[in-house]
């Protein structure tokens, strides 16, 4: 996977961290119409990177994200990474 990175202070060495949208993205991407008119979107908006596909599989079933037992929502804390200069 390719994508932009930008570093900042305040994260620990070794992490890396994203915001996920509650499940959301390309919020006024596209256009939409609202009673007959057209309201323009932004394209800039739909190019984020999407990093679902970088969480840790669950070992078992392969094709869905490691859930967390306790809370039941993915595993966020759980996943390794390596990023490197492109």
């Known amino acids: ?29 596209r256009d939409i119409t609202v009673d007959g008119k057209v309201i323009k979107g932004d394209p800039r908006r ?10 840790r599989v669950d070992p078992v079933l392969k094709n869905v994200g490691l859930q967390d037992i306790t809370g039941g929502s993915i595993c966020f804390y759980d996943t390794r990474v390596k990023v490197v200069k492109a």
């Open 1 to 29: 996977m390719v994508a932009k990175v930008k570093l900042v202070q305040g994260i620990r060495p070794g992490t890396v961290a994203f915001h996920v949208s509650f499940g959301h993205f390309a919020y006024g991407s």
């Open 46 to 55: 739909g190019k984020g990177t999407h990093f679902n596909p970088v969480m």
